[in-house]
Each structure stands twice: as structure tokens, then as C-alpha cells.
């Protein structure tokens, strides 16, 4: 028994290291492209079957160790790989309990490259508006490319050459610090990672300028007019990017508005009245800020400056202190009116024979027989006293002083001759011949 364990020791041991043929390096995919993973396969070959044998596994690329080092895995899976990766690979394989080291024949991969495709000029701030002054911002970028690109800057149509910029990247930026108006042109970027350049679409700046304080005249006539001129208003800004919009005032009130899609400013007509004397002044806007002009009068000839408001303020007060007038002088004056006419119609009820019927004064007795040598004298009156269809006559009697003879003929002759009669007799009237007397 022990000679046969001692013979396989032996055999074992004095086996010849050409069992072992030369490894063999393989790699797929078979085109490795740039940013994409490889893996490396280290393939051992045995001229009988040993199963017992154990190898470890070593890749190398460009003479350098990669990966952790070497195992017991034929495989090594690289994450991606760049052009600017190793260029020639090998592998070894190291049967541990005989000692033995196989290497293989050195194999150059070939890395490729992704092309440069879709290339895009983006502006900050978008669109391609930016203010005068303001930082542009250029912004160049490929859709898919792999290894380092070069991006280049371009103005106008021609290709002026801007900028030129080598990154590792998919984006590259450019700025221009401050716009000017002399910035606003055509733009476009190229880029290429040595598979010749792709250029971008033409993009549109446009360079907003503010406008700068406008300009008001008053046309030909100046700031002299006349009663039922034509004025012409002009408002006009020296800079300034269009569309601007104008509007004109009188007396911080708008008089109107109107736009200039171009240079040259605006204009307003109006025919001039009296009201139209005093401060004038435009406002000029293109959408980055408003500006105004000094203030300048027009003076009116041939005006009745009585008829000019003087202000608002003295008119609102002359408003109310006449407000006030009329509140406090209305009801004085219904109190006057109501008094002269209670007056008045007192006054026609005291004239009103109807009302206040005259009464005699008798200064003697008035009795016919009376020895007194004044006699009464009857005076009559009709006063259109109305009772159903009769209308009767009062009489009133009065003395008077009588000359003593008339006087003693009176008592000679006696009463019987003088009327006795006070009252005449009743008629009958037609009550549609009675003129009545409105008593009011």
C-alpha cells in the first residue's frame, strides 16, 4: 500500500508544466464603444484533463494591473471604456501548487467613438432678448457624443469665429459680459469629437436698448396759440428699441396715446380752446421702463381767461360755498315769500266789506226829532250782501253839520217829511249777474 500512495506523490509531482498550453485573451462586445462596458475573458487550455488543477487569473492593459488584482475568475468586466483607455491588453494564468505561469499574446482593443449628433444654441435669458448691458450667455450642446469635444462659437452668417472650447462634456457655455446694441446678430455653435464638426441652427439675438428721456415740441406754432388753432403735439426719444409706446398730457391728465413701430416718434392733434392753456409733457415706454419729458407751456392769445378753471382745487371751493349759499338762502327765502303772502291776505280781509263792514261814529244822537241842529244825512251803499236769489242794500247814516236854517225848517216841517226809510227794498237779482270777489 505504500509504495502505490508513494507513485501518485511522485507522479504528481514530477508532472511536466507543458501540460498546460498558453492562455488565451478575449474580449467582448467585439466593438467597444466609448462610455460603454467591456468584459475581458483569460481562457486556459489543458493537454489532459486534470480537474485537481486550481489557476488564478491576472489582467493586465498597458503593462499595469487592473482591476483589484488577480482571483480565481477568468472574467474581468471593465464599467466603461474611453479612447484615452489602455490600448494593448494580456492575461495570465498561475496554476498555484505547481507554480506555473502561462501568459498570453498581448491584444490592442480598439475603442470607438460615439459622433457628435444634434447640436443645439440655447441663450440665458431665453429667446434671445437681453437688455442692454446685461450678461448673454451662449449655451452650445450635443444630443450624444463620447471622448472630449471641441466647441466653437460663431457670428453672423459668414462665421465669424467667437470662441473656441475643449471639454468633456455635452454642454459648453460662452458669455458676453455686456450687450451692446451692436450685439444683435445671427449666432451659431459647432462641435466635433474628431468625426468632423456638426454645426447648430442660426438663433436671433436681439439686444432691448431703454429708452432715454423724451423730447416735446409743440410743431410750428411753438408755445404760442391762438383761439381755434391746430396744435400739433410731438414727442419724440432719441434711443430706444421699437416699438414705443407715447402718451401726452395736460395738466397730469392724458390727452392721448399712440405708438411708433419704427423711429421718429409720435404726434397729437388737438384744436385749442381756453381750456387748453398751461403744462404739457410726454411719456415715452417700450416695455423696459417709462421715461418723461420736461414740462412746457402753451400760452393762449385772444382768450377769455374768464372762462379758464383756475384750478381744481378753487373750483371745487367756489362748488361748495355755492352749495352752502343755496342750502342756507332756500329756506329764508320760502320763509319771506310765506310772510308776504300772509301779509297780503291779511291785508285784502280788512279791505273786504264783507268781511269788516264800516261802522258809523255817531258824535250825537241820531234821532230825527233830536233838538240838535245837525241833522243825520243817509248815505247808501250796496254791498252785495246775498241771500238765496235776494241781494240786499245796507245803508249807512252819518251826521253832518246842517246851516241853522236848513236845521229849523227840519223842525218846522217834522220828521213825517224826510224818509224814514234806512233799508230799500229787496229786489230779486239773477245770481249770474253778482260779480263775486275772491276773498283770497
Known amino acids: 500500500m505504500l509504495p502505490w500512495l508513494l507513485l501518485l506523490i511522485c507522479a504528481l509531482l514530477c508532472e511536466p508544466a507543458d501540460l498546460v498550453l498558453q492562455p488565451v485573451l478575449e474580449f467582448s462586445p467585439s466593438h467597444p464603444v466609448e462610455g460603454h462596458s467591456m468584459t475581458l475573458t483569460c481562457r486556459v487550455q489543458l493537454l489532459a484533463q486534470r480537474p485537481y488543477i486550481q489557476f488564478r487569473f491576472c489582467f493586465f492593459g498597458d503593462g499595469r494591473v487592473l482591476g483589484s488584482g488577480c482571483s480565481s475568475s477568468p472574467k474581468l468586466q471593465i464599467p466603461a471604456v474611453w ?73 453672423g452668417a459668414l ?14 457655455e460662452f458669455e458676453i459680459v455686456e450687450a451692446k446694441s451692436s450685439d444683435a446678430e445671427q449666432y451659431y455653435c459647432a462641435a466635433d469629437n474628431g468625426f468632423g464638426p456638426v454645426l447648430s441652427e442660426l438663433v436671433d439675438i436681439t439686444v432691448r436698448v431703454p429708452v432715454s428721456r423724451p423730447v416735446l415740441t409743440f410743431g410750428d406754432s411753438g408755445t404760442q396759440a391762438v383761439l381755434g388753432d391746430v396744435v400739433e403735439l410731438h414727442c419724440e426719444t432719441l434711443r430706444g428699441s421699437p416699438p414705443i409706446f407715447y402718451q401726452f398730457y395736460h395738466e397730469n391728465v392724458i390727452l392721448g396715446s399712440s405708438s411708433a413701430p419704427s423711429a421718429g416718434g409720435a404726434s397729437f ?3 385749442v380752446t381756453a381750456e387748453h392753456s398751461g403744462n404739457y409733457f410726454c411719456e415715452a415706454s417700450n416695455g ?66 264783507l268781511r269788516s263792514p264800516p261802522r258809523p261814529v255817531f258824535q250825537e244822537s241820531s234821532y230825527l226829532n233830536s233838538p240838535d241842529p245837525r241833522q243825520l244825512q243817509s248815505v247808501y251803499e250796496n254791498v252785495n250782501v246775498v241771500s238765496g236769489e235776494d241781494i240786499y242794500s245796507l245803508v249807512y247814516h252819518t251826521q253832518q253839520e246842517m246851516e241853522p236854517a236848513v236845521a229849523q225848517h227840519m223842525r218846522t216841517h217834522g220828521a213825517s217829511e224826510v224818509s224814514s226809510d234806512i233799508y230799500s227794498k229787496a229786489r230779486k237779482i239773477n245770481i249770474a249777474d253778482v260779480d263775486y270777489e275772491d276773498p283770497m
Request: aromatic fraction near 8%.
Open 288 to 353: 423696459q421702463g417709462a421715461q418723461r419729458s420736461e414740462v412746457v407751456t402753451l400760452n393762449l392769445t385772444g382768450a377769455d381767461l374768464s372762462s379758464v378753471p383756475i384750478e381744481a382745487g378753487s373750483s371745487h371751493l367756489s362748488s361748495g360755498v355755492t352749495e352752502w349759499l343755496l342750502g342756507c338762502l332756500g329756506p329764508i327765502a320760502m320763509a319771506l315769500i310765506f310772510c308776504y303772502w300772509l301779509k297780503r291776505k291779511l291785508g285784502r280781509q280788512r279791505d273786504d266789506p
Open 269 to 271: 392733434n388737438f384744436s
Open 159 to 172: 462665421g465669424s469665429n467667437l470662441e473656441t472650447k475643449i471639454q468633456h462634456s455635452l454642454t459648453a
Open 83 to 155: 479612447r484615452k483607455s489602455p490600448k494593448s491588453y494580456r492575461c495570465a494564468a498561475e496554476a498555484t501548487a505547481q507554480k506555473v505561469t502561462k501568459w498570453s499574446l498581448t491584444t490592442k482593443i480598439p475603442v470607438q467613438r460615439i459622433p457628435v449628433s444634434d447640436v443645439n444654441l440655447e441663450t440665458r435669458p431665453p429667446g434671445g432678448w437681453v437688455m442692454e448691458g446685461s450678461k448673454l450667455v451662449l449655451v452650445c450642446s450635443v444630443a450624444n457624443a463620447t471622448g472630449n469635444i471641441t466647441y466653437f462659437w460663431y457670428r
